[in-house]
T-cell receptor, first 110, second 112 residues
Framework: QQPVQSPQAVILREGEDAVINCSSSKALYSVHWYRQKHGEAPVFLMILLKGGEQKGHDKISASFNEKKQQSSLYLTASQLSYSGTYFC???????????FGGGTRLMVKP | DTGVSQNPRHKITKRGQNVTFRCDPI?????LYWYRQTLGQGPEFLTYFQNEAQLEKSRLLSDRFSAERPKGSFSTLEIQRTEQGDSAMYLC??????????FGQGTRLTVV
């Protein structure tokens, strides 16, 4: 069962913040976040393996709430380079099958 | 190592023909995934290998699709009797255990 993302699209001005949510009706074993720019392959951002884990680099961070079966990606002080489609991926309880949500399209304007 | 490599990058085929795509993963990665992606959609899971064993296959995948990963190295995805609905980008990704998956540039299939 693939995770569900919200919102489907976000438009920001440079410097603004955004939150992208990912949830599942089934238990999440791990959560992955990827960014895909138009015409390119998805690029791995980070993985969260434990409930409650938070990770981040630069101004992009994520949290994982295992009990609520959801994860959130936080983009702060957005830059033009953040534009793209963000996908969350989750694995099943065996940590195997990696399935993706439908994506959140993020557009950062000057 | 230059990452995950997929060949060919583009394939145009006539309906009813068979096509085969190749994926060369990052050398030390034991997991290999195949996905299909159409415009505006997320990658749709097709199948997954751990080393040479095919552990998962999407129930949505018709019998016309088959994948192999001999010796746990490169993998091939074959589509038999192609249909126009098979037109999509086919992505391969590899990972070391349950860590971040790294994607190839994909093979764009157009069935005419």
């Amino acid at each position: 069962q693939q995770p569900v993302q919200s919102p489907q699209a976000v438009i920001l001005r440079e410097g603004e913040d955004a939150v992208i949510n990912c949830s599942s009706s089934k238990a999440l074993y791990s959560v992955h976040w990827y960014r895909q720019k138009h015409g390119e392959a998805p690029v791995f951002l980070m993985i969260l393996l434990k409930g409650g884990e938070q990770k981040g680099h630069d101004k992009i961070s994520a949290s994982f709430n295992e009990k609520k079966q959801q994860s959130s990606l936080y983009l702060t002080a957005s830059q033009l380079s953040y534009s793209g489609t963000y996908f969350c991926g989750s694995t099943n309880n065996a940590g195997n099958m990696l399935t993706f949500g439908g994506g959140t399209r993020l557009m950062v304007k000057p | 190592d230059t990452g995950v490599s997929q060949n060919p990058r583009h394939k145009i085929t006539k309906r009813g023909q068979n096509v085969t795509f190749r994926c060369d993963p990052i050398s030390e990665h034991n997991r290999l995934y195949w996905y299909r992606q159409t415009l505006g959609q997320g990658p749709e899971f097709l199948t997954y290998f751990q080393n040479e064993a095919q552990l998962e296959k999407s129930r949505l995948l018709s019998d016309r699709f088959s994948a192999e990963r001999p010796k746990g190295s490169f993998s091939t995805l074959e589509i038999q009797r192609t249909e126009q609905g098979d037109s999509a980008m086919y992505l391969c990704a590899s990972s070391l255990g349950d860590r971040g998956a790294f994607f190839g540039q994909g093979t764009r299939l157009t069935v005419v």
